[in-house]
């Protein structure tokens, strides 16, 4: 990867878990220290979508995208990873900004323990903030394998270490 705004350490990133009815998006501070769940979006049509994705880019200052990529346990890419890789694909079109796809193998089990832990909610609003929870363990993911990436580095290691996901952009 060459020099991007990935690589950067500063500048607003949003996590996204792509689905097809439903997007959860979290987003960074400038920093990139902390990450928190911001909306679910339910998506409309392609006009519509687009017009989300932009202001959302434009309101919240997002530098670069981070999009769940949908894997099979053994690594292996999905139908969904097919979509969701076309998806990114969009998403850079329409809103002119950078996209990354992050492996989400585990993103939603882990955001459904999250939620458990905090107690019960309505059925429909639980997977609402499902959706966000897991756009935010996507992105707190990704941000923890490029200061692992960054540290490999730093230390002479491979500079894509043992994994944790894929770096590869759009």
Known sequence: MTDSVFERSEGRLAGVDFGTVRIGISITDRERRWVSPLTV????????????FRTLVHAEQVVGLVVGLPVHLNGQESQKSVEARRFGLWLT????????FFDERFTSREAEELLRER??????KKQDRLDAVAAQVL?????ESVARVRHEGADGGSAMGDGGGSLDGV
């Open 41 to 52: 979006y339910r998506r409309r049509d392609s006009r519509a979508d687009a017009d989300f």
């Open 93 to 100: 079109e329409r809103t002119q900004t950078p996209v990354v």
């Open 119 to 124: 107690g019960h909610m309505a059925r429909k």
């Open 139 to 143: 992105l707190q993911a990704y941000l």
